[in-house]
């Protein structure tokens, strides 16, 4: 077994991952009943599968200059989807969505 076919199936196997947990954040999106588990699913599941993603191609790359930019997607993807997701439940709490109660029936 050769490196270019060891490193084509790493990159399509994080490619892979990396589309299966990007649609199952779309189906939780859809699925889950109040907004706060939807954020929470969206968020998780975009930070994550375009991580998986952006490793699968960084595997494909053949000039540095293409390496260096996927890691900085890879960098401000890491740094801006937690805090995006942080502000979007923090803005919904502050207009009076409020979280459900234990045992409380979701809508």
Do not use: K, N
């Not at 494909?60 to 996927?70: I, K, N």
């Amino acid at each position: 077994m050769s490196v270019s076919l060891l490193l084509d199936i790493v990159s399509g196997t994080l490619v892979l991952a990396g589309c299966v947990l990007v649609v199952s954040g779309g189906v939780g999106l859809l699925r889950f009943q109040d907004f706060y588990t939807r954020t929470h699913a969206g968020s998780l599941t975009d930070g994550g599968g375009a991580g998986l993603l952006l490793l699968g191609l960084l595997l494909q790359v053949e000039s540095w200059q293409s390496a260096v930019r996927l890691v900085l997607i890879l960098l401000f993807l890491m740094l801006t989807s937690p805090t995006a997701a942080h502000a979007l439940a923090q803005a919904a709490r502050r207009d009076g969505e409020r979280l459900p109660a234990e045992g409380e029936e979701r809508r």
